[in-house]
């Protein structure tokens, strides 16, 4: 979305009011900007499998699904094994819960794979196989927000949208704000003044371009401000490259619950990994997961394959109170991410 400039576009405006969180910027600067970044995109972008000009909407729209709070080296081979497994939504649509969870790996936050399925089926059933063109019209699919929705339109599309994911954001905030990070989310204010740099042409450049330089020059921990060809410009870098006083909440992961988490869906992905090609189902007795090392039942337990009794032996590992692993497990079952069969536990569908 863009907005009207209602100041005169001169070198002073841009500091006019130095202390706005979203301070008026010179046309010359927007234009500076932009020119740059498109300019430096054309040579420096990584060649991910999913900027290919041949690549579908589905593609770019399971792209930005996996790529949400994980980093591109992870799901660049997740993302090449679900598009030669389930090309089109149809395919996504019609397999089994059990096996979509177990491929989605290691990506984390499994609860995307089931809504990127939902959306499969949405696309497939009602939309006779066909991705929404627009943003408004894709935030209206399953688990789809207002980034994803933006950037699916501008990448697959074509549409003029505003994509601010937190590379985007960091890279406006630092050269234009003088901070050296945003707010932990974006705000009408925000996405309306970050409107205003999306040019009416080469947009889906800039968007892709400015993610990109957020992702490999203004960097959140090792910004490249030495080499940055923006660098005389940067309102973070003329105030000396100042620290927030606010830190940002470090997601932690040794000894959470999302972790633990981790762990029991580990053990129900490797027994349905076990059991392909077979009868089973990929059932674990719930006993198993429950029971300390002293109580566990071994005959039980030799029952399922190694790979499996190693993966329950981190759970075990990791929390010895059966309470909370009891609690765990009716989160994952009332999240859809697994199912009780009498006394075992297994992958859904």
Known sequence: MSIQMTHRASAESRSSHPDSPFPAVATTDIDRVRETIITWFETAARPLPWRAADTSAWAVLVSEIMSQQTPVSRVEPRWREWMQRWPAPSDLAQASTAEVLHRW?????????????????????????????????????????????????????????????????????????????????????????????????????????????????????????????????????????????????????????????????????SAHEQSEGSDKVGFVPLDLFTATTAEVDLELLDSLPSQTTTKLDRVRDLSADADRVSRLIDDLISDGLAARDSEALRLPG
């Open 105 to 269: 790996d290691r990506l984390g936050y499994p609860r995307r794979a089931l809504r990127l399925q939902e959306a499969a089926r949405v696309i497939a059933e009602e939309l006779d196989g066909q991705v929404p063109q627009t943003a408004e019209e894709l935030e209206r699919l399953p688990g789809i927000g207002a980034y994803t929705a933006a950037a699916v339109a501008s990448f697959a599309h074509g549409e003029r949208t505003t994509v601010l994911d937190t590379n985007v954001r960091r890279v406006l905030i630092r050269l234009f704000a003088g901070r050296d990070r945003p707010s932990a989310s974006p705000g009408r204010t925000e996405t309306e003044w970050a409107g205003q740099f999306v040019p009416e042409t080469d947009h889906t450049k800039w968007n892709a371009g400015v993610m990109e330089f957020g992702a490999l020059v203004c960097t959140a921990r090792s910004p490249q401000c030495e080499t940055c060809p923006l660098s005389d410009i940067c309102a973070w870098q003329k105030a000396g490259r100042p620290t927030s006083t606010a830190k940002p909440k470090a997601q932690k992961w040794a000894g959470t619950d999302r972790q633990l988490r981790g762990a029991i869906m580990d053990v129900l992905k």
